[in-house]
């Protein structure tokens, strides 16, 4: 859902931090007829209309496996499983020992588009210019069509991975991550997983590669509704319990609070990274506050910048309001909508105490909506690190590899609540003005396809074979 070359705080914390040093490309490249074949598969994947309520993800699902069984999986590697109207698909390549799974996870389903808006059909792929057009190019059939047409590529040629990989594929992540949760549970034994939804590699408006980001962690998301009530009455005898009167002031004492400092592992790596690049007073801050996060002073200049602020605490933020039933009435009902980006390993309910705290009325009613999931942030596992950056530096040597934090929820987020941990690892590379996922005229260039492919086939051999 959100990649970390489309997030300007990811973008600007993925610039400096080179991991796992001195590393040779050992990379398979795919050959001209592998880049093909995956390209005429993304182009076929954008043609079915996965979006909510159409009832497309089964037979999108059973596309995919019918790519794997053309390349040699048994009906008995492959399961489909039906949730309504989607699916999830799992495709399993057998290890050699019971050594714990590793799990590939991408997602079926994208989000609506009208064809009226589009300057083409969003659900037909066009390929123009050097680009393929559609809806879910880039989120998420890009990498989605690399996993499949790696899975079926090692199949081939006849890889036996110590331990299993398991490409699992979600049908609802856009929406209600039904699905996702379902996974989550039925895998949540694994090694780990590598998500081709999250992470990806930056290039400058000459197609240069800028760096890459491994996606190691996501802020938790929650939507909490504040509700005040009163009994109301008629308009021309005010009274002082006012609910949107009451409202509003417990909604200026949000804004006005500042959640407490944290940090951890990736964010410390993060701001390291982004202190060499960013300089001056803010890089210095940065680098401060990640040799110590009770710098204070250092969290504050950090703070002071928008696009920063979330990677240093949690931020909460009204973003709906409503009150009142009649012009000439007193209201009897003012509700809030608060929109929380919670860090990692805090939990929901603390983020809902702290709010009855903050807000300071104890007539308003709380409710946490949607049922969120929270999730901690995954170690930087050297193996992890050392196998992404061998394969990435295979592409573009010397580059910049760096762990990241997205503020929007991926399928790791369940991953990682099932104690899992779960790395982006998608292997779009993009120019940042060709990012239009879940926007008009998605695209993905066609160039990079090929060694998209040798990124997946080397980050999956080195991994499966330890």
């Not at 007073?281 to 920063?308: C, H, Q, T, V």
Request: proline content about 5%; charged content about 20%.
């Amino acid at each position: 859902m959100t990649k970390a070359y489309r997030t300007g705080t990811a973008l600007v914390l993925g610039l400096a931090l080179a991991a796992a040093t001195g590393q040779t490309a050992s990379a398979k490249p795919a050959n001209a007829a592998q880049a093909a074949e995956a390209k005429e598969i993304l182009k076929k994947s954008v043609g079915f209309r996965t979006v909510e309520g159409q009832g497309q993800v089964p037979a999108y699902a059973a596309y995919l496996a019918s790519v794997l069984k053309a390349a040699g999986y048994a009906d008995s590697d492959i399961e489909m499983t039906p949730m309504g109207e989607t699916a999830t698909l799992i495709a399993t390549l057998k290890g050699t020992t019971r050594e714990k799974p590793i799990v590939l996870l991408g997602h079926m389903d994208v989000v609506e588009a009208k064809a009226a808006d589009w300057t083409r059909d969003p659900f037909t792929a066009v390929e123009e210019g050097g680009y393929v057009f559609g809806r879910g190019a880039e989120d998420n059939k890009y990498d989605v069509t690399m996993m499949v047409a790696t899975m079926a590529r090692l199949k081939k040629e006849g890889f036996s991975p110590k331990r299993d990989i398991v490409l699992a594929l979600s049908g609802d992540e856009e929406t209600s991550m039904t699905t996702t949760r379902a996974l989550a549970q039925k895998f949540k034994g694994a090694e780990m997983a590598l998500n081709g939804d999250g992470g990806g590699g930056l290039l400058n408006e000459a197609g240069k590669p800028l760096f890459y980001g491994l996606q190691a962690g996501e802020k938790s998301y929650a939507d909490f509704e504040v509700a005040i009530t009163d009994a109301g009455g008629h308009s021309s005898a005010p009274t002082p319990t006012n609910p949107i009167y009451r409202l509003a002031k417990a909604l200026d004492r949000l804004g006005a609070y500042k959640f407490p400092n944290q940090a951890n592992e990736l964010t410390k790596a993060s701001l390291t990274a982004a202190s060499k690049q960013v300089g001056g007073e803010l890089g210095a801050a940065m680098a401060r506050y990640a040799a110590n996060p009770g710098d204070s002073a250092a969290a504050e200049i950090i703070a002071s910048k928008s696009e920063y602020v979330g990677q240093i605490r949690t931020t909460c933020v009204a973003t709906m309001v409503s009150g009142g039933h009649a012009q000439n009435a007193l209201p009897q009902r003012a509700t809030a909508n608060v929109n929380c980006r919670i860090f990692p390993g805090t939990s929901i309910d603390a983020i809902k105490t702290e709010l009855t705290k903050v807000m300071a009325d104890s007539s308003a009613k709380i409710t946490v909506l949607d049922d969120p999931t929270a999730s901690d942030a995954s170690p930087l596992r050297p193996d992890v690190m050392n196998a992404v950056t061998k394969a990435v530096r295979a592409r573009y040597p010397g580059i910049a590899v760096t762990p990241s934090m997205s503020a929007g929820a991926t399928d790791s987020l369940h991953f990682r609540a099932q104690g899992v941990p779960s790395y982006g690892v998608a292997s779009l590379f993009m120019r940042a003005e060709d990012g239009f996922a879940h926007g008009l005229n998605e695209r993905v260039p066609v160039d990079t396809i090929g060694d998209a492919l040798g990124q997946w086939h080397s980050v999956l051999t080195d991994l499966a074979s330890k």
